[in-house]
C-alpha cells in the first residue's frame, strides 16, 4: 500500500500558502474592533494513514468525531483558544516508532484537547497552531495541532464554520481531520 503522507502534507502547506496569499492582498476593515468569545460545537471525521483493520491489515482509518471549541478574539487578527476533540469509536492503530519496529496500539475513545493560537487574516479565514494531548485509558500522547477554518455569519453572533485540521501525535500517530460546526459569539462584533 503506498504512502500518501507526504503527498498530503504538501496539499495542505499549499493551500495555506495560497489562503494566505490571498489575505495579504486583502483590504482592512476600517470598522473599529471590540473582543469577544466564542463558543462552537463541530461534527466531521478523523482520518489516520496508520490505522488498522480486524485482520491486523493497515489501512486508512476515518473515525466520528465531536468537537468543542472555545476561542476569545483578543484583536483584529488574533485569537486564542481551546478546542477539544471527542472520539466517538475505539481503534487500533500503528505507532511510529524510531527504527524500522512497528507497534499496533489500541485507543479506546480517546480525548483530545489543545491550546491554539489563530491568526484571522479576513473575517471569514483562521489559521491556528497549538499545543496539547490525547487522553485514552491505554495512554496518553502530547499532540500538535495546526488547523485551517472558514466562517460565515447566518444570524447576529451565530457563525456556520468549517474546519480542516492536522494533529501530530508525538511518537505515536498522525490524523488529519475535516469538520462542519456551528458558533456563538458573545460581545459585540463592532462598535
Do not use: C
Not at 143 to 159: D, H, P
Amino acid at each position: 500500500m503506498k504512502n500518501h503522507y507526504p503527498s498530503v502534507v504538501k496539499g495542505i502547506a499549499l493551500i495555506a500558502f495560497l489562503l494566505l496569499t490571498y489575505a495579504a492582498f486583502s483590504q482592512e476593515n476600517n470598522i473599529p474592533f471590540t473582543p469577544r468569545h466564542s463558543v462552537g460545537i463541530n461534527i466531521g471525521h478523523e482520518h489516520s494513514f496508520g490505522g488498522v483493520n480486524e485482520s491486523g491489515k493497515k489501512e486508512m482509518t476515518v473515525l466520528a468525531y465531536w468537537g468543542l471549541d472555545y476561542n476569545y478574539q483578543f484583536a483584529r487578527k488574533w485569537a486564542i483558544g481551546l478546542h477539544t476533540d471527542f472520539i466517538t469509536e475505539s481503534f487500533k492503530v500503528e505507532n511510529k516508532i524510531e527504527g524500522n519496529e512497528k507497534e499496533i496500539i489500541e485507543r479506546s475513545t480517546p480525548i483530545a484537547p489543545a491550546v491554539m493560537g489563530f491568526y484571522k487574516p479576513t473575517e471569514h479565514w483562521s489559521f491556528g497552531a497549538g499545543m496539547g494531548g490525547e487522553f485514552a485509558k491505554e495512554e496518553n500522547y502530547a499532540l500538535n495541532r495546526f488547523a485551517v477554518e472558514y466562517g460565515v455569519e447566518i444570524k447576529k453572533s451565530w457563525e456556520v464554520f468549517g474546519a480542516l485540521q492536522y494533529d501530530v501525535r508525538w511518537k505515536a500517530y498522525d490524523t488529519w481531520t475535516i469538520g462542519l460546526g456551528i458558533s456563538k459569539s458573545f460581545g459585540e462584533r463592532h462598535k
